[in-house]
Structure formats: structure tokens, C-alpha cells
């Protein structure tokens, strides 16, 4: 059993006493219903939750694939009407709350959803400019990550981000990390619309990448014709890129040699997650591209993630003139959803001054 499909084992139990008694509180706000009721329809959802998980590490289905997005809807609503219905408890403890109010209040979740999910597919492109003494001459990365290619997202995705960036003007695309999810195993030709990609595409993987199996992801990326750099450099121009994965096998500080950095060249380093930026940049590297943290995806774990993470989102840069950029991800993990954030693809244009 793949690490996936463990973890969501794992939690199963909780996940399904936590949906019995959201359901019950909500049918209490509506009239009531039978327990009995509400405990087969909290099986019914266990069951959602975690068997298209089984089918989908073995081979993606489309009705695998489609139950996978109604448990990751149902998952979000979860939250929003548990905030919903707490909101409205304490209020009903002070003033009497009409009946039509409720139903106005509960119908805010759906409503919201259907932006929500709007939102986590409607990709966007933003540009930001990076300036550096040390750069021989412009040059523009398409900086993405986090595509999350699984059960949630499949093959369109990964079509739609080819076209997209084939109507960049960009040198290069880098994607920094979890270019796969690890919810449904991954096939030879699945990244293959990378390959009519018109620029270089360079990828280092993410903790994602390892969970269905690094291995499948590594080889079609290749068939892709996609540039894996697993701790390894590459030269590409004026550029020094420099690739670090990140697994969660080794949560400390990768360990480097400063003979990476080239200092005739600009030092970029992929690293998924934005950690140990000041470390890097002291080391020497210009540019680090980072991803992970989805800024948070949507609220209220935003404004979680602005806590968790000390750069969730967003071009920094250090008095040494540095950068580090954290990208909000084009995919989503778990929800199909978004709110506050964006699924992104950013042109970094890097300028010399």
C-alpha cells in the first residue's frame, strides 16, 4: 500500500466521525433525521473518501477520477459548513434565529463552492521582475510548481499548462516540485503534452512525486522530454541552475558544496519548499524558486499558511539582493478548490542593472 492510501487508512476513522456528527447538526438546524440515516450516509462517504485511492494506485479511471473530485468537494464543504453551523449555533444562543435564515446561511457553502471551483481552475499568468547586478543579460523563466497531476487533476491539466506556455515569451519553464500528486499512479505518456512545448522545461521533484513512486514520474517526464535535475546542475545560457529534491525523508538542511556555484553565471536553485533561503543565498544562489505551501489554497488556511510559513507567497528579496520566490501552485492537493489564491503560472523576468 503506497503512502497515500496509508495515510488516508489512517485518518479514515476520524475523517468519518467527524462527518457524522457535521451531518447531525446540520439536519438538527433543518428538522432532524434519523441517526440511522446519517450513519449510512457517513459510510457512504468513508467510502468515497478512500476506495477510489485503492483502484487509482493500480490504474486511473474516469470514475475513480470523478468520485476522487466529489470526495475533494465534499471535503471543503465539510469545513465551510462547520464554520457555517458554529457561526449560527452561538448566535442562536443570544437571539432567535428565523428558520429562512438558516437556509440562507447553509446555502452560502454551495454558492461559494461554485467560485471555489472556478477559481482552482482558472489558470492564470503574472509576471514580476527580478533585478540582478550579476546577470549578463535578460532572460525570462516561466516559474510553476505544484501541478499535482492525479486523481483531482489528470491529463487536462497537463495539456493546459503546454498551452499556456506556448503562448509565453519565455526562455525557459521551470517547474519546482510536486509536478504529481501521488493519488493515482502515473503512465509513460501521461506528461506528454510537454513535449509540444516550444522552450526548455526543467523539473525537480517535490514530497508528492515520491508518494505513488519517484521512478514512474522520473520516466515520464523523460519521455516528455522534460529536464529532471535531481541534485544535479545544469548551464543553460547565463543561468547556473542548481535542482535539490525534497522528500521528506530529510527535513534538515541539504547539505551543499559551495563549488556549485559558478560566479561568472547567475545561480538559480530549485528547491520545493521555501526553506533555508538565507542559508542559500549566503551560499551564493541568486534565485530560489520554491513552492509547497499553495499559499495557503483557500481560506481560512490562508491566513494559516501566512503563520506556518515564514515566506508563503510571493517575490522576496534580501539585503543581499537575493530573491526567493514561492509560487501558489497551479494544481490543488485534496480539494479541487480555491480562495484568495490563484493557479498560477509566473514569468519572472530576470533583468540586469
Given at each position: 500500500m503506497n503512502f497515500t492510501s496509508k495515510r488516508a487508512l489512517l485518518i479514515a476513522p476520524f475523517y468519518m466521525l467527524f462527518e457524522f456528527f457535521l451531518l447531525k447538526y446540520i439536519f438538527?438546524?433543518?428538522?432532524?433525521?434519523?441517526?440511522?440515516?446519517?450513519?449510512?450516509?457517513?459510510?457512504?462517504?468513508?467510502l468515497i473518501h478512500f476506495m477510489p485511492l485503492i483502484f487509482e494506485s493500480k490504474k486511473s479511471r474516469g470514475i475513480t477520477r470523478f468520485l476522487t473530485v466529489i470526495d475533494g468537494i465534499w471535503m471543503w464543504a465539510s469545513l465551510m459548513f462547520l464554520m457555517d453551523i458554529v457561526f449560527i449555533y452561538i448566535v442562536a444562543r443570544f437571539i432567535?434565529?428565523?428558520?429562512?435564515?438558516?437556509?440562507?446561511?447553509?446555502?452560502?457553502?454551495?454558492?461559494?463552492?461554485?467560485?471555489?471551483?472556478?477559481?482552482?481552475?482558472?489558470?492564470?499568468?503574472?509576471?514580476?521582475?527580478?533585478?540582478?547586478?550579476?546577470?549578463?543579460?535578460?532572460?525570462?523563466?516561466?516559474?510553476l510548481s505544484d501541478i499535482h497531476f492525479g486523481s483531482l487533476r489528470h491529463r487536462k491539466i497537463i495539456r493546459d499548462i503546454a498551452d499556456r506556455l506556448n503562448g509565453i515569451d519565455c526562455d525557459l519553464a521551470i517547474i519546482s516540485g510536486d509536478l504529481a500528486d501521488g493519488t493515482s499512479v502515473v503512465e509513460p505518456d501521461d506528461f506528454m503534452a510537454f513535449r509540444n512545448v516550444g522552450m526548455p522545461v526543467v523539473f525537480t521533484p517535490g514530497n508528492h512525486d515520491f508518494y505513488m513512486g519517484i521512478d514512474d514520474v522520473i520516466a515520464a517526464c523523460r519521455k516528455a522530454g522534460i529536464i529532471v535535475l535531481d541534485n544535479q546542475s545544469m548551464e543553460f545560457g547565463c543561468l547556473n541552475i542548481h535542482g535539490i529534491i525534497f522528500s521528506f525523508d530529510d527535513k534538515g538542511k541539504p547539505e551543499l558544496d559551495e563549488s556549485l556555484i559558478k560566479r561568472d553565471l547567475t545561480n538559480v536553485l530549485i528547491y520545493h519548499v521555501p526553506y533555508c533561503w538565507e542559508e542559500f543565498s549566503e551560499m551564493g544562489f541568486d534565485v530560489q524558486l520554491s513552492g509547497h505551501t499553495h499559499g495557503g489554497q483557500f481560506y481560512p488556511a490562508v491566513w494559516f499558511g501566512n503563520l506556518i510559513f515564514k515566506y508563503n507567497k510571493g517575490l522576496f528579496k534580501n539585503d543581499l539582493g537575493r530573491y526567493l520566490h514561492v509560487t501558489t501552485g497551479v494544481g490543488a492537493t485534496a480539494t479541487p478548490m480555491r480562495w484568495g489564491t490563484d493557479s498560477e503560472i509566473v514569468v519572472l523576468r530576470l533583468k540586469r542593472f
Open positions: 438538527l438546524l433543518v428538522g432532524g433525521i434519523d441517526e440511522a440515516y446519517i450513519l449510512i450516509l457517513t459510510l457512504f462517504i468513508g432567535s434565529m428565523p428558520f429562512e435564515v438558516i437556509l440562507i446561511l447553509l446555502m452560502i457553502v454551495p454558492v461559494l463552492g461554485i467560485y471555489n471551483y472556478w477559481k482552482g481552475h482558472n489558470l492564470v499568468v503574472h509576471e514580476k521582475t527580478i533585478e540582478l547586478a550579476n546577470l549578463e543579460r535578460d532572460i525570462s523563466i516561466a516559474h
